[in-house]
């Protein structure tokens, strides 16, 4: 799995399994990190917000990996909506991260957490932000630029007024809450969707026709709901600081059939994403 690539519209290569560090500190990243890269995952994910971006440089030093083979993530903080701010915060990515690039920077919401999917959009804002984002691939501090979160409508407006395309939207996107029309318009646009929280956070890994299906392949719902992502074309995330789960998440050479990818696209929503429910990406109904 570690191995297997898609292309983004650059022609950059972005694996199709990476490691997500959401919630993790500094020294728990640092260690998640290490250890994923023992396995031998390639591409790990953080942001600013997550306050672990030097936890993330730590664990790749001490890994001892090449940078050229490593693939890394970082979000530009949500409530940071100028050119000037965003543009700063690159070089302070940078810093803490201890890296002389960024393989992928990205929006981490079109809004600001506070705000998320309100009435104001911010597009005049994020049209600067996105110019900030031009400027810092074209001084060779990032390999890509990106989005999170953006629907279609924010989508559209950066596309109206970029030089470069984003080359991602990373997305919730997991069994029972898949926003296929959002996909589908990224997809016509050469834009390539990361899905976080694919396994939403753990709520539905105890659904019973979930674990049906999983055991019909002898594997855990957890793999099952990553490989359906995967065969959709959407770049996985998984967060976790176990080994053993990184090890199992990794695991993902079966096949799932026509007839139980149409049966996981049409599973009931999940109304209830536990003690997660409260952060504003679980709490907006995806659209």
Sequence with gaps: MFNEMFKLVNGLEIPKLGLGTWLLDNEQTAQAVRDAIGIGYRHIDTAQAYGNEAGVGEGIRLSG?????????????AEL???????????????KLGLDYIDLLIIHSPQPWKEFRGENRYFEENKQVWKALEAAYRAGKVKTIGLSNFLE?????????CEIKPAVNQILAHV?????????????????????????HGAILEHADIRA??????????????RYDIQLGLVVIPKTANPNHMRINAALDFTISEDDMETLKNIEPIQDYGEHSSFPVFAVKQK
Excluded: H, W
């Design 153 to 161: 409508e924010d989508v559209r407006n950066i596309l109206s007024d």
């Design 213 to 226: 299906i999983a055991d019909q392949y002898n594997v855990s719902a957890a793999q099952l709901c990553l």
């Design 65 to 77: 990996a090449a940078r050229e083979d490593l693939f890394i993530t970082t979000k530009i903080a």
């Design 176 to 200: 029972s809450s898949t926003p296929f029309e959002l996909i589908e318009f990224c997809r016509q646009n050469d834009i390539r969707v990361e899905a976080y929280s694919p396994v939403a």
């Design 81 to 95: 909506k100028d050119y000037d701010s965003a543009a700063r915060s690159v070089d302070e990515s940078l810093t």
